[in-house]
């Protein structure tokens, strides 16, 4: 029996295995349901197991169970290849290939790339800049996941772009559906002055592991996974299911550069990673992270997709119980350190990822460039595809804040790439407002969503950066629905989509419900509700008069928002 099983799996499967054989005296072998096998036997055991205890598998556990999208790509292909757009079956599976059919919002795909650790290269960039001229709207989206989209992508064309994406380097595999979402790691890996450890081998190691293990193709719902490597600009681990930090011990047996883990984090769902006392080296990261998703496939409920996700696990076990069977997994136990013996983290910076900063090489500097909300046309994308070659290392850093940073410029050429960058449109000189104005895709590309976020997101900084003088930096961070894309609840100021009624008649207008106080990296905090029902052409005012009320009450600017 495959060793991916767990204990428990094995029992029932071995029963499961038994009662078919008892069956076989006085049944047709015909009628016997056969025993999974092969990588996909975790997940397929998993549900037969919740169906066995009465569960009711969901919509998605079926049509992964009547066919799986890795075997219906060619399939799937073919139909793309006559114009037809797929239905909900079908668009589930494709992806698991990177497409999401976004009609009605757009009546075309939507491609998601994997860019590990958020670093592409200059011709990477100019490469996708290509694509969506050819393939797509001439667009590309910087996503909170430091990654690419790429919308307006007809039918016809899905099965070239994912060709001609991999010619890039580039792939899209895994990148929706229920799969482990893009790998982040800390966006100044390996310049950063501060940093404790680089995550780019870590976030490169998980990449390709994932992308190699079918078994790991398996889980009850999507899942994300960074790692922070303690420098200026934080990754946001704690938002992830899994977070790796990187820290120092000090003394004993363990001392020296470690990675805490810390498990749960759903901001959505109200919840930030917590810490569980295990630590490990970086070079067994892969491992854990591996064995923590088996359990989570055994495990995870495939019977509610409202409760499908790692930190119910967690709740109904608690960490002494899913660490366990973490062990089990691995077959060894995990290291577990006293924080007494961990220094506390670097401070982080959250005005790193904009402007110029010099970097850890002397005579070295990265510049952070500042988007609107994350959209780039293709001739800006090749444009800045060419600072970067022309001026620095050639690394693109995008950025969980949905910008880009160019590293490796010399101080004798960052006149000239400031001047190539504001030509194309962009400033490396934010307000505090657009340093941290971040917004899903919204309505006009997200079925879900309730209101249009990009463009009210810019609504609200042209109108509060003509009234108020902000000193301090503040995050904004417009989501259109309960998915938190953009992560509302961790923003200083946070609004989640609403459709706000104006009559009795149940007419109703785009709007927000508002909150207050989140934070993140060492100010990390679920914000607090404080308004709903406001009108989209109202939330600009509301957003002034809380930057007025905070700039009244303060004691000084030291004190954050929260
Ligand atoms: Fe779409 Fe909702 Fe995500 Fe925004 S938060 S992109 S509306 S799913």
Excluded at 245 to 259: H, M, N, S, Y
Excluded at 496 to 521: H, K, L
């Amino acid at each position: 029996m495959s060793q991916d099983f767990s204990a428990e799996q094995k029992r029932y499967l071995e029963g499961f295995a038994a009662g078919a054989a008892a069956t076989r005296v006085v049944a047709p072998p015909a009628a016997a349901a056969p025993v999974p096998t092969g990588p996909d036997a975790p997940h397929l055991a998993a549900q037969d197991a919740q169906v066995k205890a009465g569960g009711k598998l969901v919509d998605a556990e079926k049509w992964k169970r009547d066919e799986h999208p890795f075997d219906a790509y060619a399939r799937l292909t073919r139909e793309a290849a006559t114009g037809k757009l797929p239905g909900p079956a079908d668009n589930f599976r494709w992806r698991y290939h990177g497409l999401f059919n976004v009609a009605p919002a757009q009546e075309s795909f939507m491609l998601r790339m994997r860019i590990p650790n958020g670093i592409l290269k200059a011709h990477q960039l100019a490469g996708c800049a290509d694509l969506c001229e050819r393939h797509g709207g001439g667009y590309l989206h910087v996503t909170t996941r430091a990654n690419l989209q790429m919308r307006e992508i007809r039918p016809e064309s899905v099965k070239p772009l994912l060709e001609e994406l991999m010619d890039l380097g580039l792939v899209a595999r895994g990148s929706g559906a229920d799969n482990i979402r893009n790998v982040t790691g800390s966006p100044l890996a390996g310049i950063d002055p501060t940093e404790i450890l680089d995550t780019r081998p870590l976030a490169r190691d998980w990449h390709f592991h994932i992308l190699n293990e079918r078994v790991l193709y398996g889980l009850p719902r999507k899942f994300n996974v960074s790692f922070d490597g303690g420098g200026l600009s934080p990754a946001l681990e704690e938002t992830n299911d899994i977070g790796f930090q990187a820290v120092r011990v000090t003394e004993g047996p363990e001392a020296g550069i470690r990675l805490r883990l810390v498990l749960g984090g759903i901001s959505g769902h109200h919840d930030l990673a917590r810490p569980t006392g295990v630590f490990c080296r970086p070079e067994e990261a892969t491992a854990i992270a591996d064995a923590i998703i088996r359990v989570f496939i055994d495990h995870g409920d495939r019977t509610n997709r409202n409760r499908a996700r790692l930190k119910y696990v967690l709740d109904a076990w608690g960490f002494d119980r899913f660490l366990g069977a973490v062990e089990d997994k691995l077959g060894r136990t995990l290291t577990r350190i006293d924080e007494a013996l961990v220094a506390p983290r670097p401070a982080t910076d959250r005005y790193a990822h904009v402007g110029v900063h010099p970097q850890r090489q002397a005579g070295l500097n990265w510049i952070g460039v500042v988007m609107a909300v994350g959209r780039i046309t293709g001739d800006q994308a090749r444009g800045l595809a060419a600072v970067a070659r022309d001026c620095g290392d050639g690394d693109v850093r995008l950025t969980v804040w949905q910008n880009l940073i160019l590293s490796g410029v010399p101080d004798g050429r960052l006149a000239e790439a400031e001047a190539r960058i504001a030509a194309l449109g962009f400033s490396t000189r934010p307000t505090p407002i657009r340093a941290g104005l971040v917004a899903c895709t919204g309505n006009a590309g997200c079925k879900f969503a309730a209101s249009n976020t990009k463009k009210h997101a810019l609504e609200i900084a042209d109108h509060v950066e003509a009234r108020v003088t902000i000193d301090v930096p503040v995050n904004i961070h417009l989501t259109g629905c309960h998915h938190s894309c953009a992560q509302h609840y961790i923003g200083d100021i946070g609004l989640i989509g609403a459709r706000v009624p104006v009559n009795e008649d149940g007419d109703t207008v785009e709007g927000y419900d508002m909150v207050v106080g989140g934070g993140f990296a060492e100010q990390a905090r679920i914000g607090r509700p404080l308004w709903k029902a406001v009108k989209a052409e109202d939330a600009p005012r509301h957003v002034e008069a809380l930057l007025r009320a905070y700039l009244a009450h303060r004691t000084g600017p030291s004190e954050s928002f929260q």
